[in-house]
């Protein structure tokens, strides 16, 4: 049983590396399950404060996976229709196997809904719609971060329980 739950929280750390470049996956989640699988390995001593920690980063990393993009789009002038779009076609991005669909959905999704919002400024939809795609890869960039975080305090428990 330990063995299946030591296999089953590598996998879901490969599926958080996944989740951190895939939007709607979340990688941060799915690596703290790897950290909480690894709290029922008997011989695996981590400390449940650790675990609890690790849980609300990961919460709040699904929180903020959502706001930073919508606050680039803010701070490059964008409107509510910008956000929308970006959600939008970002999710059609990620149904429909357009390469590289999920990375340029949102710019192209900011960039109609704010020409949807004002036809006539193309530059400012541009601008927004890159305001958006800044903020995607910022978001891209910290849950990468952050499941790295979870993976190396995952690894190290993990190889302490072999080497000890």
């Known amino acids: 049983m330990e063995y299946l739950l030591l296999i089953l929280s590598l996998i879901f750390i490969i ?5 951190a470049f895939v ?7 799915l690596a703290w399950v790897s950290i909480l699988l690894s709290y029922f390995v008997t011989n695996i001593q981590l400390p449940l404060w650790i675990v609890i920690v ?3 980063i990961a919460g709040l990393s699904l929180l903020l996976e959502w706001i930073i993009p919508a606050y680039g789009t803010k701070i490059f002038k964008g409107s509510k229709y910008g956000v929308r779009g ?3 076609v970002m999710i059609i ?8 669909g999920f990375l340029i959905g949102p ?3 900011a960039y109609i809904g704010e020409l949807y919002m004002d036809y006539k400024d193309q530059g400012r939809a541009l601008k927004a719609a890159f305001g958006t795609f800044i ?23 993990v190889i302490k329980l072999f080497f000890t």
Request: net charge neutral; aromatic share 20%; no cysteine.
């Open 107 to 109: 710019f192209v999704g």
């Open 86 to 88: 970006s959600y939008i």
């Open 135 to 157: 903020g995607f890869l910022l978001a891209i960039l910290m849950n990468f971060a952050l499941v790295s975080l979870m993976f190396l305090v995952w690894g190290y428990y």
């Open 23 to 29: 939007p709607g996956l979340s990688g941060p989640p």
């Open 54 to 56: 690790t849980g609300v």
């Open 93 to 100: 991005g990620i149904i429909v196997p357009i390469p590289f």
């Open 15 to 19: 599926l958080g590396y996944v989740g």
